[in-house]
């Protein structure tokens, strides 16, 4: 077992506009724990204003014991600035300061998620009932973009496998499938033709069960930005990127797999399980290195891991595949 992860001082990873004592929410949120309803204990400490301070109760040193075995949780977070001002997010515009500029302009309250497919308890449920209070964390995952760029990020939020279980699936759920919010009137990319509408992704159910997969609330402590995909995204960290749809509104158990928004667009540069993997190429570009955003050195590269540095956590889901087939 390998040794805890040495804990970064909050002052170090943290802007100083965003810093707040961790401690004092985590004694806020056991006191509100205590007798509290579901519902509005979530809904008390996931509040709709963006950047507003965020209750958890698990920081990164001391999340689940996978993560003990990741790296990335060494490596010096990105700056909110940096997360939250080169972002991808097509719906607000391709390029990569249009999220934190139009971003702003989406609602995200009221906000509903509707589960349906393969899965004993299916409806439509307010965001609310998504969000288990007792059991935010804080986990620093290397992000890893397929157009060869990455960060290290500090997400706040909780695994999707505990969410996906209260949905009971049944055995015929061999995939899940999420989809993005269709609001082309807040959403000003939704009028173009540049992606097929509204965004779709999509799991194998093994992979979405997989400790690491996360779904993601906040950032640094506080409520997602909706340039980071708010109210509730997926961050898949041993993936690429564009697996990490946002604003999700829909999640689907299916027997088959779905069709997914970059591998419909270009199915010969994004495949379904956008594994992160130095050994394939994309077609356009060499995946064996990346440039980490911030590093004052420009053109300076670091080797990209196989899984994103994740291999001893997930590679034991793709054993047997031609992983040049299933790229
Ligand atoms: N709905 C939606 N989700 C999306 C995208 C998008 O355009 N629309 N872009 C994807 C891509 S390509 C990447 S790299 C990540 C970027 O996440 P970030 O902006 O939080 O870094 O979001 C992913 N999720
Ligand atoms: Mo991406």
């Given amino acids: 077992m390998a040794a805890r992860i040495p804990r970064i001082a909050p002052s170090e990873i943290t802007p100083p506009e965003a810093y707040f004592n961790r401690r004092a929410f985590l004694t806020g949120a056991l006191a509100a724990g205590a007798g509290a309803a579901l519902g509005r204990a979530a809904a008390a400490i996931v509040p709709a204003q963006s950047g507003a301070p965020l209750t958890y109760t698990i920081d990164a040193a001391e999340s689940v014991e996978a993560l003990v075995h990741a790296p990335g949780q060494n490596e010096k977070p990105n700056t909110w600035e940096q997360i939250t001002h080169y972002n991808n997010y097509y719906e607000f515009g391709t390029g990569k300061s249009d999220p934190a500029e139009y971003a702003g302009q989406l609602q995200t309250r009221p906000w509903n998620v509707i589960v349906d497919g393969e899965a004993e308890v299916t409806g439509n449920f307010p ?9 935010l964390e804080e986990r620093i995952y ?5 157009e060869a760029w990455s960060m290290v990020i500090p997400w706040v939020g909780f695994p999707l496998a505990t969410l996906l279980k209260r949905f009971k699936p049944t055995s015929r759920a061999k995939y899940v499938a999420f989809q993005t919010l269709y609001r082309p009137s807040q959403m000003p990319g939704q009028r173009l033709d540049i992606l097929q509408w509204p965004y ?35 961050i898949v960290p041993w993936k690429y990127g564009f697996k990490g749809i946002k604003a999700i509104v829909r999640i689907t158990f299916t027997e088959n797999q779905p069709a997914t928004t970059w591998s419909q667009a270009a199915p010969d540069e994004y495949g379904f399980y956008a594994n992160v993997n130095p050994n394939v190429p994309h077609p356009r570009w060499s995946q064996a ?28 889901l793709y054993k047997g595949m031609d992983l040049h087939r299933y790229f």
């Fill in 200 to 234: 779709r992704e999509g799991l194998r159910i093994d992979e979405a069960m997989n400790p690491l997969a996360f779904m993601v609330v906040g950032l640094y402590g506080r409520v997602l930005p909706n340039q980071s995909g708010a109210p509730l995204r997926l």
């Fill in 142 to 146: 290397r992000f890893r973009c397929v």
């Fill in 289 to 316: 290195t990346e440039r980490r955003i911030g590093n004052p050195f420009f053109h300076e590269r670091q080797p990209t891991l196989m899984f994103n540095g994740y291999a001893n956590e997930v590679a034991s």
């Fill in 127 to 135: 965001l609310e009932e998504f969000l288990n209070p007792y059991a």
